[in-house]
């Protein structure tokens, strides 16, 4: 029987296999960051122990950067040291650190692609549960805790258990995929599957919603897999993979003779077979908006907000849950989405902060302003993607139009710097998790694509981007 | 890592789905840059108020529920961020066993690199469990849950088992498989980055 894409560069990593036992798996990328590495770090030292191949791994500095004026010492203390401990670490055991004044600074799964690090058909791992990311480029990549990075910094291999395979097939066309974006497709996925739908599993993106889409778009698909429980997504490479990663600063020197190997082998194939299988069709889906307080609790732009009752489908348990999110985020089911008014719009995260992202934000902003009770802000994934807006001239789009223009960074994503929504704000925003108070304590955040909340900030509310003029 | 021992205690009762790591600790605390002194903010939005009031109606505030071991809580426990202080901060405020029909893969993995043992149950057990006000006792070894009431077995693998039952140090382990690790790395075909 065939074997699928995760199954055959699985096997291409074990190193120890035992029978009902974790197979010992190899990495081939660690990328680090100053949150979840500190700790990891000190237990090389209390054990006397080196970092195994510091040449597979990089880190950088994103959560917790602040993203104003980057010739400013860091205000808040705490922040300051975990960013000066990041960069102690990655002298003292000779990893190759991207800090705050490098122009290569990112979110670290914006710079990954970016610099051709992120490779087809490699494992890929970091203490962030976003390192699903990397999947679209056809790697397995996963998120994972402190005590495994010690572990990989240590042996530059995990403990893993084999997850099981989870098929979601898009299929159809968008009719208009400037208004109806990658966003939109991943969070109607999540929205069937639930938030758990995808335990224990990697999950392969497949069918032609998905191959019709650029690297920037898979990346937003791959993204947020873990927001639907999974372990890892993944797309197969294809030419627009292959050409992506093509000349980057550090693309392999033999990079063409590694895309021969990969075009024959990086496919599932015709004869293999799935554990679980979803399939959405795109031909009519609509921009998509969270509602609640995690991303199943999102619906189309044009309808009005669930009843508890539509939500939960019969399970006590949701029901509760979609009551008390409702509760949390001041609505009531019944509401029109485009009848919600905004106070925040925060256009940045690892999901949606690349260069296609700013460039599709920027055609709904041109010419317009920011409505009067609206702050918004963009955040660039990367130092380099700002640069590369920069460039084009989308900085002063923006500026002109009363947004705020960051530095790279997690910034509003998680709000551990000192971007942050006050206490009942309500924000749109582009990045992964409606979690309670995640983007600010008693903060209220919706969930939408790029165009989605540029066309919320000149508005004031939510707005059906098909209405507007997008080509 | 410590070994597991077993545990007899009160179960706290937390009648809630899809509890996400950001909740179990939120953003603020992950700058720390130790492992310990998590558990004074375990749910620290849900415990107190925006002044830091303690909120009354949390259960974790209900003096009942004091020096409990064992937490129960709803489906799809510790979704959400990888951040392994989520459980750090349940192991500092004293619990070593949690209980539910399903938990979040990394939550889940965190669990058992640091002595905690997280036990999946189907959910009319657990919601048994959720209204259980006599103390019960999770035995490791026989894989039973002993209640005033009933004995109920579960499922751990055999080398989670194992890992918890000695307190393995997961690292050490590997490193006897160190001439394996050089061999595939001879003939691995993924160059360096640098």
């Known amino acids: ?35 979840t590495s500190p700790q990891a770090f000190d237990g090389l030292r209390m054990n006397n122990r080196k970092v195994r191949r510091p040449d597979l791994t990089i880190a950088t500095m994103d959560h917790n950067v602040p993203t104003s004026d980057r010739s400013l010492p860091i205000l808040d203390q705490t922040s300051a040291v975990q960013i000066k401990t990041l960069e102690n670490n990655c002298k003292d055991f000779g990893i190759k650190l991207f800090d705050i004044n490098s122009p290569n600074q990112g979110i670290v799964h914006v710079i990954g692609p970016q610099l051709g690090i992120t490779l087809p058909g490699s ?8 390192t699903s990311t990397h999947g679209a480029f056809g790697a397995l990549a996963l998120g994972i805790g402190t005590s495994e990075v010690e572990h990989v910094l240590a042996s530059q291999t995990l403990w893993l258990e084999k997850p099981k395979t989870f098929e979601v097939r898009v299929e159809g066309k968008r009719k208009n995929p400037h208004a109806v974006t990658a966003k939109d497709i991943i969070l109607s996925i999540i929205k069937n599957i639930g938030t758990a739908g995808g335990t224990g599993t990697v999950i392969e993106y497949r069918g032609e919603g998905i191959r019709d889409l650029s690297m920037d778009q898979r990346m937003t698909i791959c993204n ?15 030419q627009k993979t292959f050409d992506y990663l093509r000349g980057r600063e550090y693309t392999p020197k033999n990079y063409d003779s590694l895309v021969d190997s990969w075009k024959d082998t990086l496919k599932t194939d015709s004869d293999a077979t799935f554990d679980k299988q979803f399939i959405l069709d795109i031909n009519d889906i609509a921009p998509q908006v969270s509602w609640g307080t995690n991303p199943e609790m999102t619906c189309n732009v044009d309808e009005p907000i669930p009843s508890s009752d539509e939500f939960s489908n019969g399970n006590a348990n949701q029901k509760k849950g979609a009551e008390k999110a409702l509760e949390y985020m001041d609505l009531e089911s019944g509401t029109m989405i485009e009848d919600i008014k905004i106070d925040r719009v925060f256009i940045g995260s690892c999901t949606n902060a690349r260069l296609e992202d700013l460039i599709e934000a920027s055609k709904i902003v041109q010419g317009q302003k920011v409505a009067s009770n609206v702050k918004a802000m963009v955040v660039p994934g990367s130092q380099m993607v700002k640069k590369q807006a920069e460039e084009m001239g989308l900085d002063k789009i923006f500026i002109d139009a009363n947004f705020e223009w960051r530095a790279a960074g997690c910034s509003m994503c998680l709000g551990m710097n000192p971007d942050i929504l006050s206490p009942g704000e309500r924000c749109a925003s582009t990045s992964n998790r409606n979690f309670e108070g995640r983007q600010g304590n008693g903060g209220r955040t919706h969930l939408v694509s790029p165009v989605m909340a540029a066309a919320a900030a000149i508005n004031g509310h939510f707005v059906d981007v098909r209405k507007l003029d997008l080509n | 890592m410590k070994p597991f021992e077993n545990v007899k205690s009160i179960v706290t009762p937390f009648d809630k789905v899809n509890v996400d790591t950001d909740q179990i600790i939120p953003k603020q605390f992950l700058k720390l840059v130790q492992k310990s002194g998590f558990g004074k903010f375990l749910f620290f939005n849900w415990r107190y108020d925006e002044n830091e009031n303690i909120k009354s109606d949390f259960i974790l505030n209900d003096p009942k529920y004091d020096g409990s071991k064992i937490l129960v809580v709803g489906d799809n426990f510790g979704c959400g961020s990888s951040r392994e202080h989520a459980v750090w901060a349940l192991d500092d405020y004293g619990f070593s066993v949690i209980i539910s029909s399903s938990f979040a893969d990394i939550f889940f993995s965190n669990c058992f690199k640091n002595g905690i043992l997280p036990i999946s149950l189907e959910p009319k057990i657990v919601a048994k469990l959720l209204q259980e006000t006599s103390p019960i006792e999770v035995d490791l070894e026989n894989q039973i849950i002993i209640t005033s009431s009933e004995d109920i077995s579960f499922e751990i693998n055999s080398h989670k088992k194992k890992i918890l039952l000695e307190g393995l140090d997961d690292i050490a382990q590997t490193f006897q498989f160190e001439d394996k690790i050089s061999e595939f790395e001879e003939k691995s075909t993924v160059p360096s980055v640098l």
């Open chain 1, 123 to 130: 494992t890929i791992v970091c203490g962030d549960s976003h």
């Open chain 1, 1 to 35: 029987m065939g074997k699928t894409l995760f199954e055959k560069i699985w096997e291409s990593h074990v190193v120890v296999e035992k029978q009902n036992e974790p197979d010992l798996i190899y990495i081939d990328r660690h990328l680090v960051h100053e949150v």
């Open chain 1, 224 to 238: 947020m897999s873990i927001e639907g429980g999974a372990r890892a997504g993944l797309v197969a490479p294809d």
